[in-house]
């Protein structure tokens, strides 16, 4: 399965790149991430990467970015940080960790991975 995280708004490009140096932090994702970005269209250069892939199975490597992603979105930042995580579905949870709790964040990457990947 393949979980696609992007950043809304802002500097997009920056915000995945900052995510990407922090889960290739993470042994057991080793391998299992690339940086991509929407293809050019007719005419078009192509544009930067925004868009994280993190390739994971069920079980360890899923609750690894899980728990990883939760911990980055706790990180103090300058401006504000909001997540959009996609999964090969088309399922789309977006998280905006400066405007909810620790608890609703919670929630949300259980709504995202976990609660996903056990209906399956």
């Known amino acids: 399965m393949e979980v696609r995280i992007s950043c809304v708004g802002g500097d997009r490009a920056a ?3 900052s995510l990407s140096d922090w889960l290739r932090g993470e042994p ?14 007719e005419g078009e250069l192509g544009a ?5 892939v993190v390739a994971v199975g069920s079980g360890g490597t899923l609750s690894v970015l899980a728990t990883s992603l939760k911990a980055w979105l706790a990180q103090p930042r300058r401006s504000d940080v909001r997540i959009r995580v996609q999964r090969d579905g088309g399922e789309t949870v977006e998280i905006d960790a ?4 620790g608890e609703r964040v919670d929630a949300l990457i259980r709504q995202a991975f976990i609660d996903q990947v056990s209906g399956e």
Not at 28 to 40: F, I, Q, S, T, W
Not at 48 to 52: T, Y
Request: no cysteine; proline share 8%; glycine share 16%.
């Open 28 to 41: 057991e994702l080793a391998g299992r991430l690339h940086v991509a970005g929407p293809m050019p269209g």
């Open 15 to 17: 915000g995945v790149e």
């Open 98 to 101: 400066n405007r909810i709790d």
């Open 48 to 52: 930067l990467a925004d868009v994280l």
